[in-house]
C-alpha cells in the first residue's frame, strides 16, 4: 500500500474579511440619499394637517423617525386629539430602544458620543450598521448614513412644507404632488439598466402632467401604466432591429 502523505492543516480565519471604506459609504449613501429625499412627502403632509412650518421642521429634527411622524400628523389630520396622536407616535417609536440595545454593542461608541448616537437609531441605521462586517466598517456605516438622512430628511421636510403652500390645498391634492419625488428617491440606487430608467422617468412625467386634471390618487395610479409602454417601445426596436438584420 502506498503511503499516503498528510496535507498540512490549513488555518482557519475566524476573523471576518475587511470591507473597503468606498463600499460601505458608497452602500450607506445610497440608503440616505434614498429615504432622506421622502422628507419632501411629510413636509407636504404635515402643512396639510394644519401644523405650522416650524411645528414641522421641529418634527423632523427632534423626532426624526419617519414612521411616528408620519403616525402623528396623519392622527391628526384625521381630528384625533393631539395627545392620543402623540401617544401612537410614541409607542410606533418605541422599537428604536430595542436597536439601540444591539447596536450599543456593537458599535462600542465613547460614553459622551451615545447620546447624540442614539438619535440617529432608527431602521435605516440599523439595517446598514447591521450589515457590515467589522467594527470599524459598522461605525462608518452608521455615521454615514445618519449624517445623510438627517441633513437631507430635514432639508426636504422644510422644501415640502414650504411647497405646500405653491401646491395650494394639499386636501384636494393628497400626497400625488409628492409622489414624483417620492418615486424617484427610493428608486433611484436601483436604476442600474436604460429600460429603468425610461421607466421611472415616464412614471413621473405622467403622475406630473396628469396631476391638475385627475382627481386625487388617479395619477399615481396612472403612473403604472409605464412599464408596459417602455416595454412595448422596446419590443418594437427590437424586431426592427431584428428585420434589419435579417435583410
Known sequence: MAEQTALPAQPIRTDPEPKPDSAVVRDALG?????????????????????????????????????????????????????????????????NAFYGLRLSQLLALPRFVRPFAAHWVIDETTAVTLAQPTRRSARLGFTVTGLTLYVLWNLTTLAGALGAEAIGDTDAWGLDAASPAVFLALLAPMLRTGMERAVAALAVVLALGLLPVLPAGVPVLAAALAAPVVLMVQGRRARDTAKEEGR
Open 31 to 95: 440608503v440616505g440619499v434614498a429615504v432622506g429625499l421622502s422628507g419632501f412627502a411629510f413636509g407636504v403632509t404635515s402643512a396639510g394637517s394644519g401644523l405650522t412650518l416650524l411645528q414641522t421642521c421641529a418634527l423632523s429634527l427632534l423626532v426624526f423617525t419617519g414612521a411616528s411622524q408620519f403616525a402623528l400628523v396623519g392622527a391628526l389630520a384625521a381630528g384625533g386629539n393631539p395627545f392620543t396622536a402623540a401617544a401612537g407616535a410614541f409607542f410606533l417609536g418605541v422599537r
